[in-house]
């Protein structure tokens, strides 16, 4: 089973992010990001490679199984999908 990571990245200075976060952002299989435009200027200046999707409010339902899926030899059963969109759905409000 792989490991979910959630990475405080800066808002303003590139530079005032910590040497661990970027390790992380250079060793997952694939960074998820709010906003994509922000952050590939982050991991572009740290040439940092990793593949990289958006995830958001108006899409996290239908990214859900990809994310989790891009750390997996396999993909997920049908049942373990459906789980984790009703925990999504769940905690959205």
């Known amino acids: ?3 979910l990571f959630l ?3 800066p808002i303003g200075n590139l530079e ?3 040497a661990r976060a970027l390790r992380l952002l250079a060793q997952v299989s ?3 990001a709010e906003d994509t435009r922000h952050t590939r200027k982050l991991l572009d200046h740290f040439l940092i490679r990793t593949p990289m999707t958006s995830y958001h409010e108006h899409n996290k339902l239908s990214k859900v199984e990809e ?3 891009s750390h997996k030899p396999a993909p997920l059963p049908q049942h373990v999908l459906e789980a984790m969109k009703e925990v ?3 905690y959205s409000g």
């Open 7 to 9: 990475v405080a990245t």
């Open 88 to 90: 999504v759905t769940a």
């Open 1 to 3: 089973m792989g490991t």
């Open 16 to 18: 005032d992010i910590s």
């Open 67 to 69: 994310i989790l899926a």
């Open 30 to 32: 694939l960074i998820a």
